[in-house]
Structure formats: structure tokens, C-alpha cells
């Protein structure tokens, strides 16, 4: 079992930054695919971007691209989100996640079966 807890999460301006942390719990996260979700007020959660559990294949959405960088330390558990440049469209909820499948093998939300509880990040303008 794996238990995931966010932090890092705060309120920002426009164009400031913010790094997120995911410190997991359990043997197992060094074998884990990890992942950054959002979910912004009346909107779907949405994947931001995910890493192997080597850390040397990423990928990120377009609407964050080269903007946040996912990066992971497995000798730590610890999985970061460094976000920069932030936009007011950045404001939501972000999840940490998890799974046992092999980065790019994963297809949706759905296969992420360990989440974090959740770190808000506002950004004004």
C-alpha cells in the first residue's frame, strides 16, 4: 500500500512560481508510475504531466509545457511539480497519483490507484 501527501501548495501572482511535493509512503513507489493532476472549480480533473519510475521519461499537457517541470527522487519518495510562470488559469486543486503501470502504457485517469488528498494553488492576477 502506498499513501501519497501533498504539500507546496499557496497562494501566488501571476508570473511567480511554485514547487509542489508528493512524499509517498511503501516500498513500492520507486516501482511506481507518478503523476500531477488538477481540477479547477466546475471542471474535470485533468492529467499535468507524469514520469516514469526511472525519471527519464516525462510528459506533460500542452498548457503547461515549458512552464512546469515533473521531476522525482527515489531515494527521498518524493515526486515535484516545479511550476513556473504561473497564469491565473493555473488555479486549481492538484493531485499527486500513482500507478503500477509502465509510463506510457497508462490510458486514463482511471488506472491511478493511489491519490494524495490534494494541495490548492491559486494564482492571482
Known amino acids: 500500500q502506498v499513501q501519497l501527501v501533498e504539500s507546496g501548495g499557496g497562494l501566488v501572482q501571476a508570473g511567480g512560481s511554485l514547487r509542489l511535493s508528493c512524499a509517498a509512503s511503501?516500498?513500492?513507489?520507486?516501482?511506481?508510475?507518478m503523476a500531477w493532476f488538477r481540477q479547477a472549480p466546475g471542471k474535470e480533473r485533468e492529467l499535468v504531466a507524469d514520469i516514469s519510475w526511472s525519471g527519464g521519461s516525462t510528459y506533460s499537457a500542452d498548457s503547461v509545457k515549458g512552464r512546469f517541470t515533473i521531476s522525482r527522487d527515489n531515494a527521498k519518495n518524493t515526486v515535484y511539480l516545479q511550476m513556473n510562470s504561473l497564469k491565473p488559469e493555473d488555479t486549481a486543486v492538484y493531485y499527486c497519483?500513482?500507478?503500477?503501470?509502465?509510463?506510457?502504457?497508462?490510458?486514463?485517469?482511471?488506472?491511478?490507484?493511489?491519490w494524495g488528498q490534494g494541495t490548492r494553488v491559486t494564482v492571482s492576477s
Open positions: 511503501g516500498h513500492a513507489f520507486t516501482r511506481l508510475t
Open positions: 497519483a500513482g500507478t503500477a503501470k509502465s509510463w506510457g502504457l497508462v490510458t486514463g485517469t482511471s488506472q491511478y490507484n493511489y
